[in-house]
């Protein structure tokens, strides 16, 4: 199945769609691999909303998105992309990015697949799938069953709170003319080629580095998948200061602290350690995130006198 791909904030994100998974041994179980290789051949236009809420912050989106094949047109309210094939681009924008190699990888044995229930939805027969994890329910998905389609999805984090929730508001499974807007526009690629990932892991909490590729001055991009969601790690030398994360709250994980930043779609971090700064962005559930941070390279901690005035302050 084909990655697919986001350029947010000048910077490289290779954000995953790889789904490969066995069936559960519950009666009636279904390979979602299967269902989610059909979905990506689907062909289909309409509008997608996606609502997502981590701490006190919930955000929420409505696009436009065009479907066919291994390519997809999502356009918001100021811009527009295209993804698919290895590459992506910016409609009016200077251009765009191609990736040399990309990997797939099965998914983690954690993840079972229990029995699919037949629904209505948007005027539509759909077969709803539930994804479960030791037993507690980690996602659900809505295939359409005449287009293979996935008209929705849901997330849930490890204490069944949902998280976010994928949704199509309108459904057209026969547009009459789709990438019109792109038909006039003529991109030049910049090829991000593979490179070593440094001292980033090849596991973290269950997730695999898959691929690793060349920044911008030397930076590391590292994509990790455990076949369900997926992250990447941006490592840069230097301690970074400005950028999106400037007026970003903190959040505090094992003693820790992070910059966030919450989309409809991932979430993004920010820490510095060891003379460099991480970048992480990523689909993963919050107790996912908790575990995976776990693993990585741990922010400093400040020199003696902050960590005095945090302990006696807060």
Known sequence: ???????????LLALGGVFSMSAGS?????????????????????????????????????????????????????SARMVGGGRYSVIGG??????????????SSRYVTASAVSETRLERQVMVVTVEEEDAIRARIWFDEDTGAALGSE?????GELYRLTWMLDFDPNPRKIFTMMRDQESTYDLVVTADAGDLAETVAGYI????????????????????????VFLIDGELAGGP?????????????YRWL?????????????????????D??????????????????????SRIWRGLFG
Not at 284 to 305: C, K, M, T, W, Y
């Open 209 to 232: 580095r898959v691929d690793s590729y060349a920044g911008p001055d030397d930076s590391v991009h590292a994509f990790y998948t455990d076949g369900l969601f997926s992250f990447s």
């Open 94 to 107: 200077s251009g765009g990015i191609a990736l040399s190699d990309w990997s797939t990888t099965s998914a």
């Open 284 to 305: 993963l559930p919050p107790d996912h995130l908790q575990q995976v941070l776990a693993e990585l390279p741990r922010p400093s901690q400040g020199n003696i006198f």
């Open 26 to 78: 519950a009666a009636g179980a279904v390979e979602l691999e299967d269902l989610l290789a059909e979905a990506e051949d689907a062909i289909f236009a309409g509008r997608q909303a996606t609502w997502c809420s981590y701490g006190d912050d919930t955000q929420f989106s409505v696009v436009s998105v065009e479907h066919a094949g291994s390519l997809v047109m999502v356009e918001g309210t100021d």
């Open 245 to 257: 994360f400037a007026e970003a709250d903190t959040m505090q994980v094992g003693s820790a602290d």
């Open 1 to 11: 199945m084909r990655r697919r791909f986001l350029l947010r904030a000048a910077t």
């Open 262 to 282: 919450l989309t409809p779609s991932d979430l993004w971090l920010q820490w510095a350690g060891g003379g460099k700064t991480y970048v992480l962005v990523g």
């Open 155 to 159: 997330v849930y984090d490890g204490d």
